[in-house]
């Protein structure tokens, strides 16, 4: 997986940290959200304000500290986003949004279906 580079802003850093200390939920929207504050937390386990570069692969396991749901759009097989939204949502429950999204036959990658992962 390649690397990305980002900038999380102050603002945002203080919102997430006042939502996890409130007992509130983080949702990010878009797996590179995900991957970007997961990554900045990994040291601290608290977002971290700054630019920075995600270097983190998600995978079946990681223990997020950040994300709590996403909302994100259906992924294509065998992609790396496929692969940190199953680490999210676990395999059983996605292949199970997979099948009733081809049942009814969901338009998959950037072409406007999404799912909320709770």
Known sequence: MESERYAIPEATAQAV??????GRRVVAVGTTVVRTLEQSAL???????GPAEATL??????????V????????LPDSTPLVLITALAGLDWIKTAYAEALARRYRFCSYGDAMLIL
């Open 68 to 75: 709590d749901a996403m909302l994100t759009n259906f992924h």
């Open 17 to 22: 940290k006042a939502a996890k200390a409130e």
């Open 43 to 49: 040291g601290t386990g608290e977002v971290q304000a």
């Open 57 to 66: 692969f998600i995978t079946p396991g990681h223990r997020f500290r950040v």
